[in-house]
């Protein structure tokens, strides 16, 4: 089979590989869509601190099984299954409730295991076990079930920070993820979804499936847009959804009282350590909050609000 393979960072290459075989219990999928995340572009261009090398990468995939091992009875060739990419251990307190992202022992797709842009993806019987398949919904497309993982990532990121039904979001980056994000809130909340992003080409794509105030950050004092917004209170949630929007932007400030700060994108290791005002977060009972990955059945969750109508075919290029 073909596969991209991460040699080292910065050294990315089309290789020929021998097909995998089946494990005893686990079944081999035909990729059939795998999404290029901006985590795949990192990971290439600067490397990862889980990544082994060689790796191929790819971990928002969707494919048709096409081989079963004997002893695997849930699954059968032909199932358009889409691929959630963690295989936790299934035995720890976090893979107990369910929280399997947060298993200290979970091996990832396209980080220390094997990942999607291959022709085939072999998964071990723990990670059928472990709910790595989810069966697409008849109605929806393989590019589209590829987007189940990157949007149940969006879907915890709102669990965390708890969004009830008339909040405000504000969203700080509006590249595909903070435009997921935007539709997961406006799904969510009757209350103000509210965008900024100053690249130029991802505003135009934004507004082109997006019907949410979006802002040109370039162009505004971000901190009194919001204000004026928002009756000058700020917003309910703040979510980072691009690589150093903590340090372009005040989060504890942008804030109503109350509310909750989403860490969802990271920050270069060499600046990961901010100045943050806790003074700000304890008189104004502010919550900084993190969320990274997803969970199978967040996944499945995903692959529903899609087939209920989520559109999110005009962010797939
Ligand atoms: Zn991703
Ligand atoms: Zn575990």
Redesign the pocket.
Known sequence: MKAAVLEKPGKLAIRELPDPSCPTGGVVVKVLASNV?S?DLHMWQMGHPTLKYPRILG??IAGVVAEVSNEEKRFKVGDKVQVYPGIGCGTCEYCRRGSENLCPSIQIMGFNLDGGFAQYLALPKSGVENGCLNIIPSSLSLSEAAMA??LACCLNGLEKVELKKDETVLILGAGPIGCLFAMVAKHQSSGKVILFEKDSARISQARLGLEVDLLDANNVDVVEAVMELTGGLGADVVVTCFREAALEYPLLELAAPGGRVLMFSGISQDRGVVPTDLNAVHYRELALIGAYGCTSVQCQRALGLMAEGLEVNWLIS
Do not use: F
Request: one cysteine or more.
């Open positions: 995340c985590t971990h928002e993982e990157p």
